[in-house]
């Protein structure tokens, strides 16, 4: 059974700052995605990374991908009150012909606090 | 505009009375699947569906039905709901799964369901 890992679940951090949330999942994936989600609000598609050593980067924030490791990063530079949210990880597992299930963590709760 | 589309966002209803959850993306997506979001638990699968008439239980799939009768809609039916199925449910779409294609998530705005 396919387990995804996030941590922290909760960081509290002051804008400026830089801080990164890990992502990791126990079976041989090869396809990692990054969500957001405001309160109250669905969740918003922020990376697809599809290979080993993939790097995404949208602003503040940038993703990568070790699927040696079963490792992926979510970092932020010089954090802002907009970025406050929860950050979901979910990973694929493929099981052969169009089969596959994606699981998610359990989030991580984003505060930035001026 | 692409988008996925749940039906109703807020629902509070009765023990016992059976209810659907509408569920319908228009970007021609074969996947589709039905979350449940529950505090400190993250989401979880209930069920999916590869295409029209294919559906498969997730990992929470007790107390709920699904069906696929055409590739846009993916309703989600629970017979006779119970407070435990109280939580906040979301829809999602993707492309087929054959790598190496994304199978980025779409996901609908949400339905806060209530079991009293």
């Known amino acids: 059974e396919l387990k995804v890992e996030q941590n922290p679940l909760f960081l509290s951090m002051q804008e400026g700052k830089n801080y990164t949330i890990y992502c990791n999942y126990s079976?041989?994936?090869?396809?990692l995605y990054w969500y957001r989600q405001d309160p109250g609000k669905s969740l918003e598609s922020l990376f697809v990374?599809?290979?080993?050593?993939a790097v995404k980067q949208e602003g503040r924030l940038m993703a990568s991908l070790d699927t040696k490791a079963r490792l992926s990063t979510l970092h932020i530079t010089a954090a802002v009150h907009d970025l406050s949210a929860t950050y979901f990880c979910?990973?694929?597992?493929?099981?052969?012909?169009?089969?596959?299930?994606?699981?998610f963590g359990k989030g991580t709760l984003l505060t930035v606090n001026p | 505009e692409a988008q996925v589309t749940q039906n109703p966002r807020y629902l509070i209803t009765v023990t016992g009375k059976k209810l659907t959850v509408t569920c319908s993306q228009n970007?021609?997506?074969?996947?589709m699947s039905w979350y449940r979001q529950d505090p400190g638990l993250g989401l979880r699968q209930i069920y999916y569906?590869?295409?029209?008439?294919?559906?498969d239980k997730g990992d929470v799939p007790e107390g709920y039905k699904v069906s696929r009768k055409e590739k846009r809609n993916f309703p989600l039916i629970l017979e006779s709901p119970s407070p435990n199925q109280t939580s906040l449910y979301f829809c999602?779409?993707?492309?087929?799964?054959?790598?190496?294609?994304?199978?980025?998530?779409?996901f609908g705005q949400g339905t806060r369901l209530t079991v009293v």
């Open positions: 999602a779409s993707s492309l087929s799964g054959w790598p190496p294609w994304s199978t980025e998530a779409f």
């Open positions: 079976t041989t994936s090869d396809r």
């Open positions: 990374l599809l290979s080993n050593g």
């Open positions: 979910a990973v694929d597992r493929y099981s052969g012909g169009s089969n596959y299930k994606l699981t």
């Open positions: 970007m021609n997506h074969e996947y």
């Open positions: 569906s590869m295409n029209v008439e294919v559906t």
